[in-house]
Structures are given as C-alpha cells and as structure tokens.
C-alpha cells in the first residue's frame, strides 16, 4: 500500500514539476534538431507525433517547414507542406505545448485560421514562460499587422521583458530598435550595446549585427579583426548573411588575409541556406573569376562538407565561375 501511495506521490510530482518548469529550448535549437533528423529518425518521430507527442508534433512541423524551403517552383506543392506543418503545429499547440504555440503564431499568415487566433496563441506560451514568444509579441506591436495596430513604446517594452527573461533573440531586436528609433531615440551606441549583449548569449542575429558595426565602426571602435570572429561564430550557426559579409571580407581581405577560395565557400553555403539569397552576385567579381578549376573544386568540396556537417543540402558548383578551365 506504502508503494502504492508512493508512486501515486511520484507521477503526481513529474507531473507537477512539467506544468511549473517553463520551457526554455529556443526556437533555433528545435530547427537544428528538426534539420539534423535522418530518415530512420524521422519516421520514429512521425509515428510519436501519431500518437500524441507534443514535441515530436512539433518537430514534425518543423521539419515540413524546411521541406516547403526547397520547394521553389511548385507553388502548389510548397503551400500544401507548409498547410501540413501547421497542422502538426496546432496538433502540439492544443496540447498547450508553448514552443509549439509560438511557432504556430509565427507560421504564414495564410496558414493560419485567422488573424486573431495570434495574440491568444502568444498569450497562452507568455503564460507557461516561453521567453520567445514575449519576442515575439513585441516584434507584432513593433511591425504592425494582422490586427496589431504600430506601436513601438508597447513593442519596445515587450522586448525588454524578454530580454530580462533570458531570451537571446530579444536583444537584436532591442539593439535594432536603437538603430531605428523605434519606441527609443536613436542611438547607434546603445544599438551595439545591445547586439553585444545577445552576441554574448550565442545569438546569430546579433553576431552578425555586432559584427557590421565593429567593421564599419558603427557606435563603436572600428575592430575588423574582431568582426571577423563574430561574423564566423554567427555563420556557423546558420545565419546566411554573416556567411555573405565573411565571404565578402576574405574575397576583399579586410580582417582577414584575401582568400578567393573561402571567399567562394562561404558564397556557396550562404546561398545554399538562405535559398533566395544570391551571396555570389555581391562576390562574383573580376579577380574571382580569374580562379581555376582546382580552387573552384576545393570552395565547393569545402561547402558542401559543412553543410553536410550541419545538415543542410549540397550544392552544385555555379558555372558561371568557370571562365577557364585550363588555368592553374
């Protein structure tokens, strides 16, 4: 009977200690898993989101989000698969599942219900902890839409409650909010404080930011060297314009010693993630072209390892490179 009641007291506990305990897993990290699930994984994943697993739901969206990614031609077919994403979206998020809740709240508007249905889902993750759906709540009232009237003073203060939260993302947001004066008179100084601050806490989004201002010298001193290293922390991450601006710093040689190989690497990733992104018409210059068919074949072997590495789909070599493939 002792037993009995002991475990009674114990599932009872776990199940309290889930309710309390808010969920802190950031929404770059629940892409990354999404993005690093093999086949044989997947169909595990597929069969638990049957079942009723609020987090395999998710990641079930999550995971058709990245398909519908790829799919640039059929407008049709893309649509479909995102319509199939929101639908595991909601499946987790009526389980109040509150990472799910944000995603939903974030998915295309076409996909969702309503346009109302966005404040009560944010309300709802807000409620369980979920610092970034505060972020996201403060991002509506700063961007407007969707029955969200402007208003930066509401968005602005939404931002700073998530940042004390503990959300990362929140900062950019903060720092951008600095450089264009919404809710806060401009100050480019404040602004690079602030993507400092989220640079820190492992951000890409600030990496990125802090990284143009300290090799333009924006609010700060002029550190190209330094810019380098957040450039590369925030495209190892993911993020496809840190990758551009560090294949534009290695093809040009600032911060860093001219390098046309890298130069066309990071062009070649960073193209490959941001999908509508053209990195190599901003690269593609007189003295690249001039690369021959060993160093065009070493950038391209060298982006597709990495994204293979981080689970991301390889990528052709760009004929348009190639002027001369007798050069050495």
Not at 95 to 104: I, K
Not at 126 to 131: C, D, E, G, H, L
Not at 183 to 191: C, I, M, N, S, Y
Request: with cysteine; charged share 25%.
């Amino acid at each position: 009977m002792r037993l009995r009641c002991a475990f009674y007291v114990f599932i009872l506990f776990s199940f309290l200690t889930q309710v309390a305990c808010p969920q802190t897993k950031s929404p770059n990290a629940y892409r990354s898993t999404a993005r690093g699930l093999a086949v044989g994984e997947l169909f595990g994943v597929a069969e638990s989101a049957e079942q009723g697993d609020a987090e395999s739901q998710l990641l079930m969206g999550l995971s058709l989000q990245l398909v519908a990614e790829r799919i640039e031609y059929d407008v049709e077919g893309r649509t479909g698969t995102l319509r199939l994403s929101a639908h595991w979206f909601r499946e987790a998020a009526e389980r109040n599942f509150a990472p799910a809740q944000y995603f939903l709240a974030a998915a295309d508007l076409k996909l969702l219900e309503n346009c109302d249905e966005i404040a009560p889902l944010l309300n709802k993750a807000i409620a369980q902890n979920y610092p970034p759906a505060i972020t996201a709540l403060g991002r509506r009232y700063m961007e407007g839409g969707c029955r969200f009237k402007v208003d930066y003073r509401e968005g602005f203060q939404w931002l700073t409650k998530a940042s004390e939260a503990g959300d990362a993302d929140a900062n950019y947001w903060i720092g951008r909010a600095y450089e264009q004066g919404r809710g806060v008179a401009p100050d480019q100084k404040e602004a690079t404080k602030w993507f400092s601050k989220g640079a820190r806490m492992g951000d890409p989004s600030s990496q990125n930011s802090l990284a143009i201002n300290l090799a333009e010298g924006n609010g700060t001193r002029k550190d190209t060297t330094q810019a380098i290293d957040w450039f590369r922390k925030s495209a190892e991450q993911g993020n496809d314009e840190a990758g551009c601006n560090l294949a534009l710093h290695h093809m040009r040689g600032e911060g860093v010693e001219k390098d046309y190989v890298l130069a066309l690497m990071w062009g070649l990733i960073s193209g490959r993630i941001a999908t509508k992104m053209h990195c190599l018409s901003e690269i593609d210059t007189h003295d690249m072209l001039q690369m021959s068919a060993a160093q065009e074949s070493e950038a391209t072997q060298g982006a597709n390892a990495w994204l293979k590495e981080h689970h991301y789909p390889i990528t052709a070599p760009p004929k348009r490179i190639y002027p001369d493939k007798g050069k050495n």
